[in-house]
């Protein structure tokens, strides 16, 4: 089984930046696709982006130019840097990992963006 946990969530002004970090054990030899999801209060979780096993990344067009995705392969890890945040860029941000067995979900990182 895959463990997910999220990390670098607080509090940005508009146009700051912050990095979140999803930190993966356990099978990650069986991870496909790892995805950045963000759900703002009141409305429903959406895809922000992500990285296949492969490397291939891919965002979605409300953060494109902003929100970039990387890995690091050494740690186990998927980055979601953001940067000239908005305020309503205001989420819970999870990780989201589909595998060989299915889709594991991280328990989320709050990220606020207010002056």
């Known amino acids: 089984q895959v463990q997910l946990v999220e990390s670098g969530g607080g509090l940005v002004q508009p146009g700051g930046s912050l990095r979140l970090s999803c930190a993966a054990s356990?099978?990650?030899?069986?991870?496909?696709?790892t995805g950045w999801y963000r759900q703002a209060p009141g409305k429903e979780r959406e895809l922000v982006g992500g990285?296949?096993?492969?490397?291939?990344?891919t965002h979605t067009d409300s953060v494109k130019g902003r929100f970039t995705i990387s890995r690091d392969n050494a740690e186990n890890t998927v980055y979601l840097q953001m940067n000239s945040l908005k305020p309503e860029d205001t989420a819970v941000y999870y990780c989201?990992?589909?595998?060989?067995?299915?889709?594991?979900w991280g328990k989320g990182t709050l990220v606020t963006v207010s002056s």
């Open positions: 989201n990992a589909q595998t060989s067995r299915g889709m594991v």
């Open positions: 990285i296949t096993g492969g490397g291939t990344i």
């Open positions: 356990g099978s990650i030899f069986s991870i496909n696709f």
